[in-house]
């Protein structure tokens, strides 16, 4: 079993940065990709952010040009820069991990974007 602990959420003013961490502990063998979901009230869960091992990357339509994910493999740790934050952005993120065919989720962690 893998687990997820992520952080870096918090409240933000239009146009602010965030940086999201997701470190993954436990029975890892390899894991690819990693990345973020969100969920906003009322909506759909939708990936946001995603990077394989090799450190290709990934990205939602409406986040590309403001956020950039990396990773450091030796720590099993994924990063998510979140610029120009819009109040559209504001949701739960949760961190993901795969092996294989499992699928592994943080806890989420809260971002708001509010004057």
């Known amino acids: 079993q893998v687990r997820l602990v992520e952080s870096g959420g918090g409240l933000v003013q239009p146009g602010g940065s965030l940086r999201l961490s997701c470190a993954a502990s436990?029975?890892?063998?390899?894991?690819?990709?990693m990345g973020w979901y969100r969920q906003a009230p009322g909506k759909e869960r939708e990936l946001v952010a995603s990077?394989?091992?090799?450190?290709?990357?990934n990205y939602a339509d409406s986040v590309k040009g403001r956020f950039t994910i990396s990773r450091d493999n030796a720590k099993n740790t994924a990063y998510l820069q979140m610029n120009s934050l819009k109040p559209e952005d504001t949701a739960v993120y949760y961190c993901?991990?795969?092996?294989?065919?499992?699928?592994?989720w943080g806890q989420g962690t809260q971002v708001t974007v509010s004057s």
């Open positions: 993901y991990a795969r092996e294989g065919p499992y699928n592994f």
């Open positions: 990077i394989n091992i090799g450190g290709s990357t």
């Open positions: 436990g029975s890892i063998y390899r894991i690819n990709p």
